[in-house]
């Protein structure tokens, strides 16, 4: 192939591995069995740890036997919402910082159970519907995807496949967030990864996988809520890495994204668009 065509396509440039701080780590290892708070003084790595945790409408356990060792097991009951939260600790050490936690839904039925991460909060036991400030990524187990920021209109609010717990019992959920401060001196960037592939963070403009943030996250407190599923968290990570950002840019033709007609391509991906190659 001498020449990739490149129609308007739009690439996320994400930098993060560099000088990167883990802040906050919990691989739920443990040697006997408790609420989410046993053994969270040993178990927890990073600057900022050990941080115990904020817990409502458990339980709440984590074991070293059977299939949940190693994980934090959440059981939300039927017309129940529990709350994990992290609020003994404002996570704004750094304006660039990622927020990672892997759920396993166990439950393994397409249902309106739900799964949620929110960054960027004022505290805890905040509900995205009405419209308190920070960054929410609500996942469905039948496949519907929504996300909040800072008001309670949806932002996406959409299916996917590749989110049903048929298709993925397992997913891995990444955002990463790029300002220069906690202070308002500039917009946030944020950008989501499920299953280390980019997702959708709003419905229209002209890059739908990267949102702005208007004046940045004021806090960064962290709350996880599972409603009425029955979910295995593990790997919950915050890590900083300064001087990293989200850059975009918009790839109009060869010119722009730095394609050599006098070079030999052997291969051409998408990025961030549906359409083919």
């Known amino acids: 192939m001498n020449k990739l065509a490149l129609t308007l396509l739009t690439v996320a440039t994400l930098v993060f591995t560099v000088s990167a701080t883990t802040l906050f780590e919990d691989p739920y290892t443990v040697s006997g069995g408790g609420d989410a708070n046993f053994e969270y003084t040993i178990r927890q790595s990073g600057t900022a740890a050990p941080v115990p945790y904020g817990m409502a409408n458990g339980p709440f356990t984590v074991t070293n036997a059977g299939p949940n060792a190693g994980k934090l097991n959440i059981l939300a009951g039927i017309g129940v919402?529990?709350?994990?939260?992290?609020?003994?600790?404002?996570?704004?050490e750094s304006g660039d910082f990622s927020v990672e936690v892997e759920i396993d839904r166990i439950d393994g039925v397409d249902n309106t159970h739900s799964a949620q991460i929110s960054i960027g909060t004022d505290g805890a036991w905040l509900w995205p519907e009405s419209g308190n400030p920070g960054l929410t990524v609500r996942i469905y187990q039948q496949g519907h995807l929504k996300v909040y920021l800072n008001n309670g209109t949806a932002l996406i609010n959409d299916n996917f496949n590749d989110l049903k717990v048929s298709v993925n019992q397992k997913v891995k959920v990444k955002i990463v967030v790029s300002q220069v401060d906690f202070a308002g001196s500039g917009d946030g960037q944020i950008a989501l990864f499920i299953n280390d592939k980019a997702y959708p963070l709003q419905s229209l403009g002209a890059n739908m996988y990267i949102l702005t943030n208007p004046g940045g996250f004021a806090n960064n407190y962290i709350?996880?809520?599972?409603?009425?599923a029955n979910i295995n968290l593990d790997n919950l990570k915050v890590m900083t890495s300064s001087g990293s950002a989200i850059t975009t840019t918009l790839f109009t033709g060869d010119a722009d994204s730095g394609i050599n007609n006098t070079k030999v391509y052997t291969h051409s991906v998408n990025l961030a668009d549906p359409a083919d190659v």
């Open 81 to 92: 919402v529990s709350h994990l939260n992290i609020a003994s600790h404002n996570f704004t």
């Open 223 to 228: 709350n996880l809520q599972v409603g009425q």
